[in-house]
């Protein structure tokens, strides 16, 4: 078979610290639990509990408050101890029930019961998707509902598409989810498919993957009609805008016309299996631990609410105090200012950075912002970090930035541009061809803040 990739740009993208792709190890039950009442991104849910309530596990204890907002369930049984508000970072509000696990389980261990998704309509199987919390497990946090209701009146045909692209190996855990939950991807594809009036199922799995594409299609295909396409593993292949390019290549050379594309990863379509079919809530997630600072980097099955300390520990702690945490992929990841903040259903991977050295570990995004500069000064957290970091380093005219970008621009040119605060219409519509896939932050040796700058260039002021 062919394999489609987009033409020009990227990187490939290697880490020994991420952890093996072997299989999951169930991690532990949290004593306490904090449960954010917010998706990331998104809308606050109304809590429907208060403080000294006890909660079943899988209880809703928020329900949802029209977009943007995903009803809660309690990831354990236990007593509200406090529903508490703090920052997690730069200055972002988090609201939450912290929950003492206490009591018996009710879903733990025990075989659901198997309902009949097909007798359903779309408008049911979207309500019980709505009803059971599902939202974007890839790193979003949007809710699969208002995913969903944007496709399911659409003017052209609908295609709904599996993603199954692995060009970063922190994506470990779906790595292991495909293989461990393949046939609750696949029902799940089916269901999303008939929510979303989805006419066509699309697989997009990476090249090195293929066995994996076979599987699946032949599982989904026996009830939907289906297709396989083996894309590249060059990073940022997995991204919406790479996938449409290399779909756009495929029906061209096929002739076919896939229309409007529904984008689910293996993690969202297992959740909404076990929605629609085990009327089950997102209460655990598979998720990558990892980082040149943990003693045994694995993927672990933990619950919702289970603090980051809890999950570095399970992986035998940290061989060296870490300077660096961070939620994500090294590349894109948010960095992490307390070992106390939750997992939640948008987090695929945690990792703790021991030093400076290595190639993608030293990437800015993920330093610790409130404190420290790279170079060591101490710097108010109210000052953009930005504009910090352009002061401190110095562009050296390499031009490896221009060789990555997959959209053709020049981050050089736009960053000098920026930094000198000339500003023009040419300028504004350049930069919003950026997508943030954070390529030419990667290979940059100077370590600029290129493509957040881009994205973002009111943050870059002072």
């Given amino acids: 078979m062919k394999v489609y990739s987009f033409p020009h740009g990227g990187i490939s993208f290697e880490d020994p610290t991420a952890p093996p792709r072997d299989e999951s190890a169930l991690s532990f039950l949290p004593s306490l639990s904090i449960v954010p009442l ?3 991104n998104g809308s606050r849910s109304l809590p429907v509990v208060k403080p000294g309530d006890t909660v079943c596990e899988g209880q809703l204890i928020a329900r949802r408050q029209g977009a943007g907002s995903a009803n809660v369930h309690s990831p354990v049984p236990g007593k509200i101890l406090e529903n508490t508000t703090w920052n997690i970072a730069r200055g972002v509000l988090c609201n939450s ?20 998704w097909r007798t359903l309509s779309p408008f ?8 059971f919390g599902v939202v974007d497990m890839d790193g979003t946090g949007v809710p699969v509902s208002d995913t969903i ?14 993603r199954c692209v692995f060009d970063d190996p922190w994506l470990a855990a779906d790595y292991v989810l495909c293989q461990e939950r393949v046939e609750s991807i696949a029902l799940g594809a089916l269901i999303t498919a008939r929510a979303a009036h989805a006419s066509k199922i699309v697989l997009a799995v990476s090249e090195p993957e293929k066995k994996l594409g076979i599987n699946l299609l032949e599982k989904i295909s026996t009830e939907a009609e289906a297709t396989l396409v083996l894309v590249g593993s060059r990073y940022p292949q997995r991204n919406t805008r790479e996938l449409e390019i290399v779909l756009h290549q495929y029906e061209r050379k096929e002739k076919q016309h896939f229309g409007a594309l529904l984008c689910m990863g293996p993690a969202t379509l297992a959740a909404i299996c076990d929605a629609v079919t085990l009327h089950k809530p997102v209460l655990d997630r598979y998720i990558a631990v990892g980082g040149s600072a943990v003693r045994r980097p694995r993927v672990l099955k933990a619950r919702l609410g289970s603090r980051l300390e809890q999950l570095f520990d399970e992986c035998g702690g ?3 105090r870490p300077k660096r945490t961070a939620i994500g992929s090294p590349l894109l990841g948010r960095p992490v200012f307390s070992l106390d903040e939750p ?6 991977a945690v990792f703790a950075i021991r030093d400076e050295h290595g190639g993608f570990n030293k990437n800015p995004r993920v330093l610790d912002l409130r404190t420290r500069s790279r170079l060591g000064a101490e710097r108010p957290a109210s000052v953009p970090f930005k504009l910090d970091y352009a002061r401190a ?5 390499c031009g490896e930035c221009r060789t990555v970008c997959p959209v053709g621009l020049d981050p050089e040119d736009l960053y000098k541009m920026l930094i000198a605060r000339v500003f023009s219409r040419e300028l504004g519509l350049l930069t919003a061809r950026c997508h943030g896939c954070g390529c030419c932050e990667a290979v940059c040796p100077s370590r600029l803040p290129l493509s957040r700058l881009i994205i973002n260039p009111a943050g870059g002021g002072s």
């Fill in 38 to 40: 917010v998706a990331q």
């Fill in 318 to 320: 940290f061989t060296a």
């Fill in 149 to 162: 209701s944007l496709f399911h009146r659409a003017h052209e045909p609908v295609t709904l598409l599996v």
């Fill in 124 to 131: 049911e199987l979207r309500e019980l998707i709505t009803e």
């Fill in 343 to 348: 997992v939640t259903a948008a987090s695929y």
């Fill in 393 to 397: 380093n110095k562009c050296i005219g």
């Fill in 97 to 116: 029930m912290v929950i003492r696990m206490e009591g018996a389980f009710s879903l733990l261990g025990k075989t659901g019961h198997d309902y009949d």
